[in-house]
């Protein structure tokens, strides 16, 4: 009496999908087959309308009977939808639907590929910066006086393709006489400009590549933290270079002696503004062109306030 209900069978979606596309062509081509029909009893209607009943039989298009020219209109109809059905619905049907919404995605999929690989590049970058912020102004204990020795134009230029911009005999012997004897700390690019290291001094390099090699007996280290832990039995360690490593410096050096050259130039590495409400001028000779000096320059000493 109360006996099972008969199961509903179920039809997969895509199963659903191809009837329901069967469904319509079936109907498409019906719809066009009664359309040929049509035409065919229409044209002979025309034709006998014209020439047995003698309708319109004197009125002519370019000495062309009417009629003509409706059966042509009707045959393009019927052209047209004949196109439709067996053209327009292989080219642009659901298939063709499909492929164009999957290259849509495709190309919408390599767009946020793209973004994402440029957000991660740039989380990269802010890291990196981050981690060099925090390394360059956390606190280091020196135990020593460090100076930044440095010869720099008007607008602050120091150098050009790792080399220096100018030749002042003055200047060299002052870095000489006030290095002597003394820690020079720089970069892995300034030490690669010497021909060969400079006598009498410990070179301290800085470089980030973990297998540098250099000289026997000099210093390779990884931070200016380390390049100053390296030389703190040194009452007096020299900044020498070059443009990052005086970034660095600045924030943690007690004093600047620099050779200020009254020209400006173009370069590719800069020193850092000095700012006057940081440091004090305490010393300034000045010197003239000459034989030996293409240019006018000036020896400045500053130190922290």
Same mark, same amino acid.
């Given at each position: ?22 469904? =319509?062509? /079936?109907?498409?081509?019906?719809? #066009? ?9 229409? @044209? &002979?209607? *025309? ?90 102004? =956390?606190? /280091?204990?020196?135990?020593?006086? #460090? ?9 602050? @230029? &120091?150098? *050009? ?145």
């Amino acid at each position: 009496m109360f006996g099972k209900k008969k199961p509903i069978p179920q039809i997969d979606k895509d199963q659903l999908e191809l009837i329901e596309n069967a469904q =319509k062509r /079936i109907k498409q081509k019906k719809g #066009l087959y009664a359309h040929f029909v049509i035409f065919l009893i229409g @044209a &002979i209607f *025309l034709i006998v309308a014209n020439t047995v009943l003698g309708i319109g039989k004197d009125f002519k298009i370019l000495e062309i009977d009417w009629f003509v020219f409706a059966i042509l209109i009707w045959l393009f109809l019927f052209v047209y939808h004949l196109f439709n059905v067996f053209v327009t619905n292989k080219f642009m049907g659901k298939d063709w639907e499909k492929a164009q919404l999957q290259k849509l995605v495709a190309k919408q999929q390599n767009r946020i590929e793209k973004l994402k690989a440029g957000l991660v590049k740039e989380e990269t970058i802010l890291a990196k910066s981050e981690v060099f912020k925090e390394e360059t102004t =956390k606190p /280091i204990n020196k135990g020593s006086e #460090l100076t930044i020795i440095v010869a720099a134009a008007e607008n602050n @230029a &120091i150098g *050009l393709g790792n080399k220096l911009i100018w030749h002042l005999s003055d200047d060299l012997k002052r870095f000489k006489a006030l290095t002597n004897g003394h820690h020079i700390i720089m970069g892995r690019k300034t030490f690669e400009s010497f021909p060969k290291p400079l006598p009498n001094r410990t070179h301290v390099v800085i470089t980030r590549q973990e297998d540098y090699s250099a000289h026997a007996g000099v210093i390779v280290v990884h931070s200016l933290e380390d390049a100053i832990d390296a030389a703190r039995k040194d009452s007096n360690p020299y900044i020498i270079g070059g443009g990052q490593i005086y970034k660095q410096a600045m924030a943690i050096a007690d004093k600047i002696e620099l050779t200020r050259v009254h020209e400006n130039f173009d370069a590719d590495t800069y020193f850092p503004e000095i700012d006057t409400n940081v440091w004090k001028e305490t010393a300034n000779t000045f010197h003239t062109k000459d034989e030996t000096h293409a240019h006018e320059f000036s020896f400045i000493t500053y130190t922290r306030k």
